[in-house]
């Protein structure tokens, strides 16, 4: 691609479209938003207008069809992920859109498979891998797995209370009074009657993050092995024993928000405090404790990290993958994953 700009089109310009994506990605210097569709007409102009995105769809075809583009990011409600990703993968261009990957492993399965099919890449937006303190502390983390200097890999925990995930982000949202028309979704997994579906859809919106950042950090496949009868603690095994828990909401916050990663060696830990989705210009917190023992004095070692909050180093990083320059952070395969390991964690507590 050379040092031409990155040609990007939006599908959908709602509240994460907006506040999540379409500001950070109109203010990167490697790429260009030159389209945009709405359904929502008056709601597309006013978006197109701030952030001077020249020209405006009504629907996602025509965009695709009289555009030349690099890249879609698709911000949508993850219940019409298998309705809308499969045609925008279809048509070979690499596809950004929100987590989770979709509202059940069937329709999950039907966007693997155009991705496939299509021979570009889905990246999913599991933006706490895109954290500085995330990037900088699995880099920590493989380079003591590999050299052994901390001895064995032994443990994760995922603290996530419930919290102030806008943290003011949504303070410049542009709304209108356009009628937003009925939209068809996905079916809901074929083995769950409603009750089950609204339990497991609440279960995938909320703690799908930490599912996801679970195996990044674990670096391989796990399964969920344990959940509390009260909902507070999932407990996890991987592919090769280590063992990891995610604290859903032991308590909650009402203008903080307090996610925690700890990821544990027997001589040392990477522990990595995540600020809220969509605070702006902050990244999360670093530290490293090393304790190697045989007379080597312990360490605590705070690195200092670039002022880039997640969102904009996930548009980043997006941009990057489009070029050739990283891979993907994490594909539809991978994120179909999460959708299995959720459906571990319903049976487990619902027993169905």
Not at 269 to 274: A, P, T
Not at 283 to 301: M, Q
């Amino acid at each position: 691609m050379g040092s031409e700009k990155t040609r990007i089109g939006f599908v959908g310009t709602g509240g994460m479209g907006q506040c999540a994506h379409l500001k950070n990605y109109s203010s990167i210097d490697d790429c260009e938003v030159v389209a945009l569709s709405e359904l929502r007409p008056e709601l597309g102009r006013r978006v197109a207008q701030r952030y001077r995105v020249p020209n405006v769809y009504r629907s996602y075809e025509e965009m695709l069809e009289k555009e030349t583009l690099d890249a879609i990011v698709a911000s949508q409600p993850f219940a019409r992920h298998g309705i809308l990703l499969v045609p925008l993968l279809k048509a070979g261009l690499p596809v950004f859109c929100e987590k989770p990957l979709a509202a059940s492993a069937e329709a999950g399965e039907r966007i693997v498979a155009a991705e496939k099919e299509g021979g570009a890449f889905l990246m999913v937006g599991y933006h706490k891998r895109s954290d500085p303190a995330t990037m900088c502390g699995k880099e920590h983390i493989e380079a003591y797995r590999k050299s052994g200097e901390l001895g064995a890999f032994r443990y994760v925990r995922l603290l996530m209370p419930a919290g102030d995930w806008i943290a003011g982000g949504f303070y410049d949202l542009i709304g209108t009074d356009d009628t937003m028309p009925e939209l068809e979704i996905d079916p809901p997994p074929s083995d769950m009657d409603e009750e089950g579906y609204a339990r497991y859809n609440a279960f995938v919106n909320y703690y799908i993050h930490q599912i996801n950042l679970m195996r990044h950090l674990l670096g391989e496949p796990y399964r969920v092995a344990y959940v509390a009868p009260s909902d507070v603690v999932l407990a996890v095994e991987s592919e090769s024993g280590v063992s990891g828990v995610i604290e859903m909401s032991p308590y909650v916050t009402s203008i903080d928000w307090q996610e925690q990663a700890l990821v544990c060696f027997e001589h040392g830990y990477v522990k990595i405090d995540l600020p809220a989705p969509l605070a702006s210009n902050r990244p999360g917190r670093l530290e490293i404790f090393t304790d190697p023992g045989n007379g080597a004095r312990p360490e605590t070692r705070v690195p200092q990290l670039p002022w880039v909050h997640a969102m904009r180093q996930q548009a980043v990083n997006f941009i990057k993958a489009v070029r050739g320059e990283a891979r993907p952070l994490c594909t539809a395969e991978e994120a179909l994953e999460d959708l299995k390991n959720a459906r571990e964690h319903f049976a487990l507590r619902y027993g169905s």
